[in-house]
């Protein structure tokens, strides 16, 4: 074991390991710093945030700056609440002309900027990305449909949100929603994949008026176990 550490070492000293860049400091200088920095396969990120804090929003950017920046790379995007045309203006959004402070536009140039962000998405990465927004899937059916989308050569997976798979029962939600996320890390592992998966806070940091905490994560049990990075999405405390 040592031994393969230290080859894992000079693997990675010769670029021979997969480092994935964002073009994000907070990624790609921040997030395993052990490791040379950078996202990676065989992990497991969680993205939690309170309803509307924007983890949907911030998954589906972290996974655009991923395509954008590692050509080889597809990803599979499981929308278990929003359809994927809410997607598709989440990620057109993402692509216009941003000035803080700014309204979005509205009429003919809100049609002509959308144009050009999708046309922009079409150009860069839109057909290494897959959206399939079904509502109540199985934690089965989503791992059968990840095997099959990693035979196509996808690498990267978001899951939105753990809170909306459809769990066999209700009881014991919080031992379902940890096995599950172990599951991905398996996979993850097994198919040398990154798992993004985002998933609900509680009211408690709300509650308390302090940042969220990884025991904040709602039915949180096993998920932070099994995370390599969480990542809480949260409004800046004055």
């Not at 995007?77 to 536009?105: D, H, N, T, W």
Request: with cysteine; net charge positive.
């Amino acid at each position: 074991a040592c031994n393969a550490h230290v080859q894992y070492l000079i693997a990675r000293q010769n670029g021979s390991v997969d480092k994935w860049s964002t073009g994000v400091p907070l990624f790609d200088e921040y997030a395993n710093q052990g490791l040379g920095g950078g996202l990676r396969p065989q992990q497991l990120m969680i993205c939690c945030g309170r309803a509307g804090a924007g983890k949907t929003t911030t998954a589906l950017h972290i996974v655009g700056q991923l395509l954008k920046t590692n050509p080889e790379l597809k990803a599979a995007f499981f929308s278990l609440e929003l359809c994927a045309e809410a997607l598709g203006g989440k990620m057109i959004r993402s692509e216009m002309p941003y000035v803080q402070g700014a309204k979005l536009p509205k009429g003919e140039e809100l049609i002509k900027q959308s144009q050009g962000g999708a046309a922009k998405i079409k150009r860069g990465y839109g057909d290494r990305i897959q959206i399939i927004d079904h509502t109540g899937m199985s934690p089965t059916t989503i791992l059968s449909m990840s095997r099959n989308l990693s035979r196509e050569g996808v690498r990267v997976f978001v899951i939105d949100h753990l809170h909306r798979v459809s769990y066999p029962s209700l009881q014991d939600l919080r031992h379902q929603i940890g096995d599950l996320c172990k599951q991905f890390t398996d996979f993850a592992k097994d198919h040398d994949a990154l798992f993004i998966v985002c998933a609900q806070l509680n009211r408690e940091s709300e509650r308390l008026q302090r940042s969220p905490t990884t025991s904040d994560i709602a039915e949180s049990g096993q998920v932070e176990q099994h995370a390599d990075i969480i990542l809480a999405v949260h409004p800046k405390k004055d």
